[in-house]
């Protein structure tokens, strides 16, 4: 990558994702476009979808493309791959590809780079895959991932090894990118606490958080368990203030959460909200995040959670970089359930207040990954 003339057009990067979907690698991106100087860098987007998604419309506010291809499946390898190759021969306009999605990045980043794409980037987001046979075509498909791009992204140790391997990381060929987020937005805001409570209708409740998509990574039904163990428990202490359980995000798991919640007794204290767009405010009005994912690259969640001084109970088979306040706990989800439930009984009074300053020292600010990214792809150094 040569040095830009800020006088000239930006340099465009491709940015291969599923969907532009409310998701955690696609808030990230967005995040970090939204803070990109985009007179020096300008993003596109290549889709596995032709559905319209959350992003889409402010995408093309700030002056970005949206290309899409058909979503890989295992019979229509040859067609995809030519899908791929038709739409990089008749697009030379990318300086740079940037793949996260890397069940097929090993199909289409050589692919770009055949035709004259300068450079292309692997993105490990995530730690593990899905299970059965889904998650075998996967750890197929990018076995040789770490040999086929220019560079290696990561957004954790874990989720390094897991898509690039243990000898690409323990080399120094990964490069760790923290996962990003507007730090401001997040920090404590008793307001707006106050707001959401009110208008949730639980002023009164002492209120336990979850953000994620309801999949199988995210573990819900593991995390119904433990509130409903807790609501259990509580009770058994005479507890003054009643428990809440509010579960931001959609997904195909979500049906099956709600059943769940029926059986086990605590459909009316749990609350299914959905996605929504100013999420930060939502964190405002929890008192206790619990996060026991299966696996995860480097979750957001955590890192939002923290800078608005949420305690944080999350799986130990998380990445620990996302550890960086001492708010965060973790526990084996191979425990029962009522080991969960008494750790959040015995720490769950704590001064709140945010924790601004910690995240952004960290690196965790998307304000100054804005500036560090730029550089990068002007210049192909990461400092």
């Keep these: 990558m040569k040095e830009s003339n800020h006088t000239k057009v930006p340099i465009r990067v491709l940015h291969v994702l599923g969907s532009v979907q409310l998701g955690g690698a696609e808030s990230r991106v967005m995040d970090l476009y939204r803070h990109m100087d985009r007179s020096r860098i300008q993003f596109d987007f290549l889709l596995h979808t032709k559905e319209t998604g959350y992003f889409e419309q402010e995408i093309k506010e700030l002056g970005g493309r949206i290309f899409n291809v058909p979503r890989f499946k295992l019979y229509n390898y040859f067609s995809y791959r030519k899908a791929v190759k038709d739409f990089f021969r008749e697009h030379h306009e990318f300086q740079i590809v940037q793949g996260h999605i890397t069940s097929t990045a090993a199909i289409y980043l050589p692919v770009a780079k055949r035709v004259g794409v300068p450079v292309t980037i692997a993105h490990a987001r995530s730690a593990g895959v899905d299970k059965g046979a889904k998650g075998k075509l996967t750890r197929f498909l990018r076995r040789n991932l770490s040999k086929k791009a220019d560079y290696l992204f990561t957004c954790s140790e874990l989720a390094g090894i897991s898509v690039f391997g243990k000898k690409a990381v323990a080399e120094g060929e990964t490069v760790f990118i923290p996962n990003a987020i507007d730090c401001q937005a997040f920090d404590f805001d008793e307001e707006k606490r106050k707001k959401i409570r009110t208008e949730l209708g639980l002023d009164n409740k002492y209120i336990i958080g979850h953000v994620g998509r309801f999949h199988y990574a995210k573990n819900h039904e593991y995390l119904l368990r433990v509130f409903a163990a807790l609501c259990k428990k509580a009770k058994e202490q005479k507890l003054e203030t009643e428990l809440s359980l509010i579960l931001l ?3 195909g798991g979500m049906k099956a959460a709600r059943e769940l919640a029926r059986e086990l007794g605590v459909q009316d204290q749990v609350h299914f909200l959905g996605n929504k767009g100013n999420v930060y405010d939502y964190y405002q ?3 206790y995040f619990i996060y026991p994912s299966r696996y995860e690259g480097l979750p957001g969640t955590v890192v939002e959670a923290q800078t608005s001084g949420l305690k944080c109970l999350m799986s130990d088979s998380i990445c620990r970089e996302v550890v960086v306040t001492d708010l965060v706990d973790t526990m084996s989800i191979v425990e029962n ?19 601004l300053a910690e995240m952004q020292q960290a690196g965790f600010d998307v304000v100054s990954q804005a500036e560090k990214m730029t550089k990068f792809y002007e210049t192909g150094k990461w400092e």
Excluded: I
């Design 249 to 251: 995000g959609e997904g």
């Design 285 to 287: 009005a929890m008192d």
């Design 337 to 355: 359930p009522d080991k969960w439930a008494e750790h959040v009984l015995d720490t769950m009074n704590y001064d709140r207040y945010g924790r």
